[in-house]
């Protein structure tokens, strides 16, 4: 089965600048979530989406973030303009979206991003 | 909103050794679920183990397993026999069924294995 895949997995961009990441969850998978984990921290939900809705978006910072899950498979995650406190590692994930003990989340390897 | 609490920033242990990693959590939900995840460096974020807040029985995986204590809020991880390879970020995490499904993660655990 394959994972959860996410690109780029470094991206370096000055303040102001615009970027995105992209996610596509394991297949069949219908909740996928985006974290933020800055260094030293535990992951920090951005957004959940299950199937192409959202479920919460309440730390997402709206002001410069956005996320889409189109057409509930992949998602896009962008940031404009970027601000230095932004860097951080951003996590995708997925579950199956079952209210049961074997829902459990996978994690992609990560966009590391540095703002400068 | 659910907090999760891991009081060890770092941890070390001997190679062949038992270490024990804490959680705490605060909830008023009776149902939920707990996991613990490793994050070696660099690269992507693991289950190690998961238990189910309406069982009593205490999760195995192997060399891992947890004390779980419903009424002090507890989840602790004991990681027998330590290997090399057990080096890694370990974070604590609480999903609520109640709230969308949605995961709360502790601050994390960095563990060193000594040679």
């Known amino acids: 089965e394959a994972g959860v895949a996410q690109s780029p997995r470094y991206k370096i961009i000055e303040k102001r600048q615009s970027v995105a990441f992209w996610c596509n969850p394991i297949?069949?998978?219908?909740?996928l979530y985006w974290y933020q984990q800055i260094l030293g921290q535990g992951p920090k939900l951005l957004i959940q989406?299950?199937?192409?809705?959202?479920?919460?978006d309440s730390q997402l910072p709206k002001d410069r973030f956005s996320a889409e899950r189109l057409k509930g498979v992949d998602s896009t995650l962008k940031i404009q303009p970027a601000k230095l406190e932004d860097s951080a590692v951003y996590l995708c994930a997925s579950s199956q979206g079952l209210y049961s003990s074997t829902d459990t989340q996978y994690f992609g390897p990560g966009t590391r991003l540095t703002v400068l | 909103a659910q907090t999760v609490t891991q009081s060890q920033p770092e941890m070390s242990v001997q190679e062949a050794e038992t270490v024990t990693l804490s959680c705490t959590y605060d909830?008023?939900?009776?149902?939920?679920?707990l996991f613990w995840y490793k994050q070696p460096p660099s690269r992507q974020m693991i289950l190690v183990i998961r238990q189910e807040a309406y069982k009593q029985q205490n999760a195995t995986e192997n060399r891992f397993s947890v004390n779980f204590q419903k009424a002090a809020k507890s989840f602790s991880l004991k990681i027998s026999d330590s290997q090399l390879g057990d080096a890694a970020m370990y974070f604590c995490a609480y999903r609520s069924p109640n709230t969308g499904n949605q995961f709360y993660f502790g601050t994390g655990t960095s563990l060193t294995v000594i040679p």
């Open positions: 989406f299950q199937n192409n809705g959202v479920v919460d």
């Open positions: 909830t008023s939900e009776s149902d939920y679920y």
């Open positions: 297949s069949g998978h219908a909740t």
